[in-house]
């Protein structure tokens, strides 16, 4: 059931397969060079401390009470857009033998970190705001610490230099120092004002009590303008870039991105996920099969494609003297796939497995959430029965024609220090 | 077939041991698409000095021997195994614990025909030493992905300090060099002796009819032979009650310090319904010490000695055990300085009640939520079986935990002489 309230969009999706019931709240805004940094460490802010429980440590000591819901904050992109993600999951009482209505005091706390966060002078508390700006520089420095992590950032950076699509989600190190409590609290009024908010509950629950405790707990101070999604750009280039970094590890990370020319709302998705599916998506796809089965040069080959900017990144852990080789692989794969050079069997195993995954991805709340906020974002609505069609109807012609549209964008390859 | 009802719950589990002596366990999960399905042998990377079967003398195997049998096994006469899930829309994986290893597949669709071809291919061992010397290389480079992620050197490390004897200590995928030593021959002998079904367990979960699956396991094992074997005997070096290394510092490209510290456990060889409650009661330790509603970690979290990389576990399996405690942090040793007084201060002071139950229904929670999960029911129930636990005992024995109970495990499990610190520092 999906429906517009307070400013909201509020999803139910009603199921008894869970012992928990779970809630997601989605807050997008486009990405921004001004705002990502700032906008980062909001959720962050707004778990530590609210009006009634003025601490962390109340928050996480109700949640405890609660049976041990719990509470997850996370930042995403998605596209051009920066997504600000809150997730909680809370027990069933039903197989608890208790009469407590968990889920209505979990959306409850919910709302009121949202809207009634613990203030001082009218903005964030000085104590939380420092806390919290040396956690975020703690979590830009752990990027760097995790180097597959750190590989498609950079990647990324390098890639999308001109688009708002290659900034860090986790923003910038220098930035944070001349954030004050009051310039966030003004970005957090304009995320109540402007920001676009999906809130999902999934669980054995019955809809008009959960309508009526969001139409009362979630009320926002001010008037609610949400924006429109920001619209993807694709740019062409001319040749492709080849970024080559060093630093002390043992083994080659090996990141290569190429640009679909394809989104979700085109008519060639399917096709794409098909093509990705086959090209390094899957056990049984030509970069697993040539890169590690055949040549032995890695442990991991594969590729990903995001749906919403329509990039394709493949990614591999080599030797470093292996570089010119794993390359020219993978070339080849793709090379190989844009002429059709792939069996009617293999397409057969492909859509298997991607409806495998689509159906097994229904059977986990966050994952069920995941694929209808696709549909939010995107503002193209696709069932799980139109995955499972358009799945099938694609054809080996419309694969080589979704293929063809994809070029090379940028070879990033981090390496060994010389000599070493 | 035995049926066992959980009402509480609302789950009911159906178990038969086969003739051949395969254990097999069914929980059928309405409403979901998936069926997941687990085939798991009790032999791990701490298994590497037995007597392999029809031998007399013990053997010593190289290290990472389990773990590359591992791959190896989804390799047969007509190639990759991989390819054959996948026509039937299945996803195949597999993994090598220190005490287990095992296959699993879920899939929406033909799941008959995909539990067959698990059966299947892990009771059917092909190896040439061609395909041995290929997956040398891709071994070669997992090895080397772990050895630049810090998290897990750090994991490995604190583990490495504790022990003096016990395998538990050396890398599950062993090193470049160990695995070079492996031949065909010697696979061949680690699989003969681990891989017999007496030894193995078989969890199918998911939207399934509990009496046509176990009838089609029966006869798909009815058709097999395996040679007769006694108890398979496993050779471990007494382990002294001190650990091995009090520190160890590992410098590596890294921003922000790491810092794990860990105690060994004392009395490893505890099994059954004492091993889960045990594990139960420290784990509720660890959280009233240091989950995020406790004043330790408001404390810790406040001074900017850790963030949310803040992490705790204690794991045991017979043999061996211990809690970890640690993350990211700016100052190392301050960190394990603080750590260790606030152990020491926790286990002098008797336990708050409010705060033990509420603990303990918290822990009822994220049991309740962890059934949410067909992987982890068909994993840990798996690994409670051969620890002779039962998963669904656990709720049970939570509500029956006491403060007296919980004080005296403390003082026990958090022994000042049996404490370890491993840190990764930026070079």
Same mark, same amino acid.
């Given at each position: 059931?999906?429906?517009?309230l307070n ?5 139910i999706?009603?199921?008894?397969k869970?012992?928990t ?5 989605h807050?997008?805004?486009p990405?921004a060079?001004?705002t ?12 530590? /401390? ?7 440590q ?5 949640l ?11 930042v995403?992109k998605?596209?051009?857009n920066?997504i ?7 027990t ?22 949202l809207?009634?966060p613990?203030?001082?002078?009218g ?8 806390n ?7 979590r830009?420095?752990s ?6 992590r ?10 999308? =230099?001109?688009?708002?699509? /290659?900034l860090?989600?986790?923003?910038y190190?220098?930035?944070?120092d001349?954030?004050t409590?009051?310039l ?17 509950i999934?669980g ?11 139409k ?7 008037e ?14 001319a ?10 590890v043992?083994? /080659? ?10 989104t ?7 096709a794409?996920?098909?093509f ?12 697993f099969?040539?890169?590690?089965? =055949? ?16 990039l394709l ?23 190989n ?5 792939f069996?009617?069997k293999e397409?057969?195993?492909?859509k298997?497995?991607?409806k ?10 966050k994952?069920?959430v ?6 939010a974002v ?17 054809? =080996?012609e ?12 940028t ?10 | ?17 086969l003739?051949?002596?395969?254990n097999v ?21 701490v ?30 006469e007509d190639?990759?195994?991989?390819q ?17 290893t ?28 061609? @395909?041995?010397?290929?997956e ?8 080397k992905?772990?050895?630049?992620? @810090? ?5 490995? /490390? ?10 538990v200590?050396?890398d599950?995928?062993?090193t ?19 891989y017999?079904?007496?030894n ?6 998911? @939207? ?23 108890a ?19 410098k590596m ?6 810092c ?7 009395d490893?060889n505890k099994?059954?319904?004492?091993l889960?409650?045990h ?5 509720i330790?660890?959280?009233?010490m240091?989950?995020q509603?406790?004043n330790?970690y408001?404390?810790?979290?406040n ?6 990389s ?14 970890i405690?640690?993350?990211d ?17 926790f ?19 994220t049991?309740m ?7 982890y ?21 939570l ?5 007296e109970?919980?004080e005296?495990?403390?003082?026990g499990?958090?022994?000042?002489k049996?404490?370890?610190?491993c ?5």
């Amino acid at each position: 059931m999906d429906l517009s309230l307070n400013g909201m969009n509020l999803h139910i999706v009603e199921t008894t397969k869970y012992k928990t019931n779970t809630i997601v709240l989605h807050i997008k805004s486009p990405l921004a060079k001004e705002t990502v940094t700032k906008r980062a460490l909001l959720p962050y802010i707004l778990q530590s /401390g609210t009006k009634s429980f003025p601490t962390r440590q109340e928050i996480r000591s109700y949640l405890d009470e609660l049976y041990g819901a719990t509470l997850q904050v996370d930042v995403g992109k998605k596209g051009e857009n920066q997504i600000i993600t809150f997730r909680m999951d809370v027990t069933n009482e039903k197989y608890l033998n208790k009469q407590t209505p968990l889920l209505e005091e979990a959306l409850k706390l919910l709302a009121e970190i949202l809207l009634k966060p613990i203030t001082e002078n009218g903005v964030f508390t000085e104590a939380i705001v420092a806390n919290e700006k040396r956690n975020l520089k703690q979590r830009i420095h752990s990027i760097f610490d995790d180097k597959i992590r750190y590989a498609n950032m950079r990647l990324l950076e390098e890639m999308c =230099k001109e688009e708002p699509y /290659g900034l860090s989600v986790w923003g910038y190190e220098e930035e944070i120092d001349a954030i004050t409590p009051k310039l966030l609290f003004e970005q957090y009024n304009k995320l109540l004002k402007n920001d676009e908010i999906d809130l999902y509950i999934v669980g054995d629950v019955t809809p008009e009590k959960i309508e009526a405790v969001v139409k009362n707990s979630f009320s926002f101070p001010i008037e609610r303008q949400p924006f429109q999604t920001e619209e993807t750009k694709q740019i062409k280039k001319a040749q492709e870039t080849v970024i080559i970094e060093e630093q002390e590890v043992k083994q /080659g990370k090996l990141h290569i991105g190429l640009r679909t020319n394809t989104t979700y709302k085109d008519n060639d998705y399917y096709a794409i996920q098909l093509f990705n599916g086959l090209f390094g998506g899957f056990s049984h796809s030509k970069l697993f099969i040539n890169v590690r089965e =055949k040549a032995s040069l890695a442990y991991y080959a594969s590729s990903r494609f995001e749906s919403h900017k329509g990039l394709l990144m493949v990614m591999s852990g080599i030797e470093f003297e292996n570089y010119e080789k794993a390359v020219a692989i993978i070339k080849e794969q793709l090379i190989n796939m844009q002429k059709g050079d792939f069996s009617e069997k293999e397409i057969a195993q492909t859509k298997a497995v991607m409806k495998n995954q689509i159906l097994e991805t229904v059977d986990v709340p966050k994952g069920y959430v995941e694929l209808l906020y696709q549909n939010a974002v995107a503002k193209h609505s696709r069932t799980i029965e139109d995955w499972l069609q358009g799945i099938d109807r694609v054809t =080996k012609e419309d694969m080589i024609k979704v293929g063809q549209k994809i070029t090379l964008d940028t070879i990033y390859f981090l390496k060994g220090k010389e000599g070493k | 077939m035995k049926q066992i009802m959980f009402e509480q719950l609302n789950e009911t589990l159906y178990h038969k041991t086969l003739d051949n002596g395969l254990n097999v366990y069914i929980l059928p999960k309405q409403g979901f698409n998936k069926t997941y399905a687990t085939f798991t042998t009790l032999y791990g990377s701490v298994d590497n000095h037995f007597i392999p079967i029809g031998a007399k003398e013990p053997l010593k195997v190289p290290d990472g021997i389990a773990h590359f049998l591992e791959h190896k096994m989804f390799e047969d006469e007509d190639g990759d195994v991989f390819q054959l899930f996948s026509k039937q829309g299945a996803q195949a994986n597999a993994f090598t614990s220190f005490t287990r290893t095992a296959y699993l597949f879920s899939s929406t669709t033909e799941v008959e025909k995909n539990l067959v071809t698990l059966l299947d291919f892990v009771q059917h061992p092909y190896f040439t030493p061609e @395909s041995v010397e290929k997956e040398k290389g891709i071994i070669g480079q997992e090895i080397k992905m772990y050895d630049d992620n @810090s998290d897990w050197r750090l994991y490995f /490390g604190v583990i490495e300090n504790m022990y003096v004897n016990h395998p538990v200590k050396i890398d599950i995928a062993g090193t470049v060099e160990s695995i070079d030593q492996i031949t065909k021959d010697l696979l061949y002998t680690c699989y003969e002796t681990f891989y017999h079904p007496k030894n193995m367990v078989l969890f199918i979960v998911g @939207s399934i009819d509990p009496e046509e699956i176990m009838k089609l396991v029966i006869a798909n094992q009815a058709k097999k032979t395996f040679k007769e074997i006694a108890a398979i005997e496993r050779i471990f070096a007494d382990e002294p009650p001190t650990v091995a290394n009090k520190k160890q510092i590992l410098k590596m490209a890294v921003h922000t310090p790491k810092c794990l510290v860990g105690f060994k456990e004392k009395d490893p060889n505890k099994q059954g319904q004492d091993l889960l409650k045990h594990e139960l009661c420290i784990n509720i330790l660890l959280d009233l010490m240091f989950g995020q509603s406790s004043n330790n970690y408001a404390t810790l979290y406040n001074q900017g000695l850790i963030d949310d990389s803040f992490s705790f576990d204690y794991s045991a399996e017979k043999g061996f055990g211990f809690s970890i405690i640690g993350g990211d942090t700016k100052d190392p040793d301050q960190l394990v300085e603080t750590l260790e007084e606030m152990i020491q201060t926790f286990i002098q002071k008797p336990l708050d009640d409010n705060m033990v139950k509420r603990a303990i229904k918290k822990k009822i929670g994220t049991f309740m939520r962890s059934l949410n999960s067909p992987e982890y029911i068909a994993n840990q129930f798996t690994r409670y079986q051969f620890n002779a636990m039962n998963l669904f005992d656990v709720i049970g024995t939570l509500e029956n935990l006491t403060k007296e109970e919980l004080e005296e495990k403390a003082k026990g499990h958090f022994d000042p002489k049996m404490f370890t610190v491993c840190q990764v520092l930026p070079k």
